[in-house]
């Protein structure tokens, strides 16, 4: 059965360790799916070239972030790598660009956070990938593209990022209310998207307050590689749409 190409948003890596309908959301998709891998792109390792990691055995855990609850820090999920599907992803991708295997990278909380929710039993083999923010969306959605074809073999797409990300207008009463202006970005990338227009991939000059919504590209470059690697002809489905803090959007879609 053909795996899904999936954008998840990744939050607050506090993701792992609370309880709310989205975590649920998270448990409850995970136990639908059955893929004989994983590739998660995260916006949290940006390199100048794509890179791969092919790792041998368990993942070490990167905790990368500061001022969290110790009980964030003991979180411990034992992903296991796989260098035969990091050189299958390399192989693919060599059309695009020459991509990069490092042997050594950890998982950092833009992957283990959602991981540790869809599959809690740490028993598909993963690979982790880097975006390369620098590039055009275009050439993201193009390295998608490039991967495509091993959904074909049961292989699962993960884009994990975040289409509305700016940690300077957060509203810290916890559950506010989803500023109109995020909103109505993320109405747009999804409107456009629905319609394979080629404006989606200059929304930094057409979308209505792009750069409130996407101060810095990383964690909307995930979106576009899972974009890229969905079926063509077939809009783009929202699994799941909330907003944390006013603005920090959590939202899940299937390409």
Not at 78 to 103: I, K, N, T, Y
Not at 198 to 209: C, L, Q, R, S
Not at 222 to 236: K, L
């Amino acid at each position: 059965m053909k795996a899904p190409a999936l954008f998840l948003a990744h939050g607050s890596p506090m993701l792992a360790i609370e309880d709310h309908a989205y975590t649920s959301f998270l448990t409850k998709l995970g136990e639908g799916l059955s893929p004989r891998a994983v590739i998660i792109f995260t916006a949290h390792w940006m390199t100048r070239k794509p890179t791969v990691s092919a790792v041998e055995g368990t993942y070490k855990m990167i905790y990368d972030f500061s001022g969290f609850p110790r009980e964030l820090y003991e979180v411990v999920y034992p992903a296991h790598g796989s260098v035969e599907w990091a050189e299958r992803v390399r192989e693919r991708l060599a059309g695009v660009a020459e991509a990069v295997a490092d042997p050594t990278r950890g998982l950092d909380h833009g992957s283990w956070v959602l991981l540790c929710r869809l599959f809690p039993k740490a028993d598909i083999p993963v690979v982790q990938a880097s975006v390369v923010p620098w590039w055009t969306p275009k050439q993201l959605f193009q390295l998608g593209e490039a991967l495509r074809p091993l959904r074909d073999e049961g292989v699962m797409i993960i884009g994990s990022g975040g289409t509305v990300h700016n940690l300077m207008a957060l509203r810290w009463e916890g559950h506010a209310e989803a500023e109109s202006w995020a909103a109505a970005f993320d109405d747009w990338l999804l409107r456009e998207s629905a319609a394979g227009s080629e404006d989606v991939f200059h929304y930094e000059e057409k979308a209505p307050y792009a750069k409130q919504a996407v101060p810095t590209p990383e964690h909307l470059a995930p979106y576009w590689i899972a974009y890229g690697a969905g079926d063509r002809g077939r809009a783009p489905r929202v699994l799941f749409r909330d907003y944390q803090y006013g603005s920090l959007s959590l939202m899940a879609v299937s390409f």
